[in-house]
């Protein structure tokens, strides 16, 4: 990212969380990030909510971004299992900094080192908290503006490049020597290089051993027939937990047979190592192992304050402690191919998946690590396949229209094994998105509601973030818009509002499809569309809503008449803060363009003045005659005449 030489200040201040392992408040106190006293180190969350209420008692600003610096764990025996405990951890830690009031005006800073690669040749030295990006994405996605993830390098640019980076509106940042760079997803270049050695890029053996876990699943069965035809495998390793026994197994060996391959079933799950050792040993060595799909996988969505550390290493088991044991127990073997399937889940950060996106973003991290190793490895991060057997089976017609919604449409069997010739062949990455996505959709959403990681494909305009800490509202919000309306016109527009983005929610063609009164839990809401709407109707007003929204104000009606209480909207015609506003931007602009001494001591002169007599107003309720020889006698006039000479004096439009 280009960053500007002079970013914006951070207003409240940082604040520092746990104990810090990776020195992240060193780093910072060497590049003077620390000065303001306030920045201080927090052993847990209770301490610092304790400190933002001294903040707030005496007067002062809490910190608006708040960094927690996450290490791995050293004494764990496995990358997997330091997966869970990261996993678990990073949980807690969302939950209850989601679940306390005190923090909802301030972002985590989640911050990690060498757990992402932010070149094709940098290793992931910090695999278990490669689990941990998956989980916090899905946390943004739930919980915008609440979250920041950070990977550093613990150099001093690094540090010193920080501020600048966070007042950008990108919410996933890797800093190298003090470059900030973010993901974007860009079209992969597939052409097969002229020799395929060059890349590390095989073909595999037809007479070699390839194994596919997972195989009873539809994509299983699917890629073990397209090895077959299209790949001239002809030994396969089929496993599964119930192996031969496992429905349709038997039926898929005969057709196996039938295109000319041997099939050997193996009841074998890929998580118990021994049992996985085992199997690989009974490898012939005739036909050797040549090639491995990691296929198997579970699921278990729910948002993210809903999730146990049960439902996180149910899903983790069979993502990350199964290809962490492919991964040791294979890598001193030729293989031609080590391909992991994962999903765009991660590198979206689907929201109501954050176990599943923690567990791909695992696999998406040890296809780097072996890369970096000079091993084969490839992750493909896949969309929706149309898959109704399989893990597809499992959404409803809301979940299709939600990913729909998001520009994502289902792949075919057809176009999905073609994806997957194209990245054998030609990769050199170890990453890939195989998805289907509707540019034309995406870029409607332009200026809305479009991710940062999609930027690379749209053209879309670039926010900074404001002092608060959210993104800068653009002119004509809603708020600006309702606050020119009558009473009864607000209302009308405001539950309008409501209704039409109920009405998208859940898929109908507008408003008029939506009765106001009706209970969301009759219009058929859950707890994933739930986080939609208060997410739409957030961006919409530039409000921070509740994650109880639509329980506490269970109707259309009765959400409107909340928002109608939230907003400042004052009586009728222009209201105080939106004249703020605008005097905040004639002042902006009379600092812009270099006023001379004379107009900025009248300028100040008056600001005083009209701050004198708010401030006695706050006391007395009205104005003494001590306060009343200021100038232009200010007591005088009426609100609108005070806007207008504003406007005079100020050249506010």
């Not at 073997?333 to 791909?360: I, K, R, T």
């Not at 104000?553 to 409107?560: A, F, I």
């Amino acid at each position: 990212l280009t960053l500007p030489e002079a970013p914006p200040t951070t207003g409240g201040g940082w604040a520092l969380l746990g104990a810090d392992p990776l020195k992240t408040g060193a780093g910072l106190e060497r590049a003077g990030l620390l000065d303001d006293p306030s920045a201080a180190t927090h052993p847990d969350l209770d301490a610092l909510g304790e400190a933002f209420d001294l903040a707030e008692a005496l007067g002062e600003p809490v910190p608006e971004t708040v960094l927690v610096s996450l290490a791995p764990d050293l004494a764990a025996p496995a990358a997997a299992s330091a997966a869970h405990t990261a996993a678990r951890n990073a949980l807690e830690l969302l939950q209850g900094w989601l679940a306390d009031d005190r923090f909802a005006a301030a972002r985590l800073a989640v911050v990690t080192r060498g757990a992402i690669a932010a070149d094709p040749d940098e290793d992931v030295t910090d695999l278990a908290h490669a689990a941990v990006w998956g989980l916090v994405r899905s946390a943004q996605a739930e919980h915008p503006d609440r979250f920041v993830l950070v990977d550093l390098d613990g150099e001093d640019p690094s540090y010193r490049a920080l501020p600048a980076a966070l007042a950008t509106d990108e919410t996933q940042l890797a800093l190298r020597d003090g470059a900030v760079r973010a993901p974007r997803l860009a079209r992969a270049a597939l052409t097969p290089p002229a020799d395929p050695t060059e890349d590390g890029t095989r073909a595999i053996d037809p007479d070699g051993t390839a194994l596919i876990t997972g195989a009873t699943g539809t994509l299983g069965g699917l890629l073990a027939r397209h090895l077959v035809t299209e790949h001239g495998v002809r030994h396969l390793l089929l496993t599964s937990r119930r192996g031969a026994a496992a429905a349709g197994a038997g039926e898929l060996a005969d057709e196996l047979t039938e295109l000319g391959a041997r099939v050997t079933w193996a009841a074998c799950d890929a998580a118990d190592r021994d049992a996985l050792a085992a199997l690989l040993a009974s490898v012939p060595a005739a036909h050797p192992l040549t090639a491995v799909v990691h296929t198997a996988g579970v699921l278990d969505d729910g948002t993210l304050t809903s999730l146990t550390p049960e439902r996180i290493a149910r899903v983790l088991r069979p993502k990350a402690d199964a290809a962490w044991n492919l991964h040791e127990l294979t890598r001193d073997l030729d293989l031609a191919a080590f391909v992991l399937f994962s999903s765009a889940a991660g590198v979206f950060g689907n929201a109501g998946q954050a176990n599943y996106a923690a567990g791909n973003t695992f696999l998406d991290a040890v296809a780097q690590h072996r890369r970096a190793q000079d091993l084969a490895g490839l992750s493909l991060a896949w969309g929706l396949w149309d898959d109704e057997a399989g893990m597809a089976a499992t959404l409803d017609e809301q979940d299709r229209r939600r990913l729909h919604r998001g520009s994502m449409d289902a792949l075919s069997a057809a176009d999905g094994l073609a994806l997957f010739d194209a990245a054998l062949r030609a990769s050199a990455e170890s990453l890939l998105v195989p998805a289907r996505l509707d540019l034309a959709a995406l870029q409607a959403q332009v200026g809305d509601t479009v991710a940062p990681l999609l930027r690379g494909l749209l053209r879309t305009p670039v926010r900074r973030r404001t002092s608060a800490g959210a993104a800068a509202d653009t002119p004509g919000s809603l708020a600006e818009r309702l606050a020119q309306l009558p009473s009864a016109e607000r209302d009308r527009v405001l539950l309008d509002t409501v209704c039409t983005h109920v009405a998208q929610v859940l898929g109908h063609n507008g408003a008029a499809a939506i009765e106001p009164g009706s209970a969301f839990k009759e219009l058929g809401f859950d707890s994933l569309t739930a986080v939609e709407l208060r997410n739409r109707l957030g961006a919409a007003t530039g409000l921070r809503l509740p994650a109880t929204l639509i329980f506490d104000y269970p109707t259309p009606e009765g959400l409107s008449g909340y928002l109608r209480s939230a907003l400042p909207l004052g009586a009728d015609g222009p209201t105080v803060f939106g004249e703020l506003d605008r005097l905040e931007t004639a002042l902006d602009a009379a600092d812009a363009t270099d006023a001379d001494s004379v107009t900025r001591s009248r300028i100040t002169m008056r600001l005083q003045a009209l701050m004198a007599k708010w401030s006695a107003g706050q006391d007395t309720g009205r104005r003494t005659g001590a306060d009343e020889d200021t100038d232009d006698d200010l007591d005088t006039v009426s609100d609108d005449e005070l806007f207008d000479l504003l406007d005079d004096e100020l050249g506010a439009s």
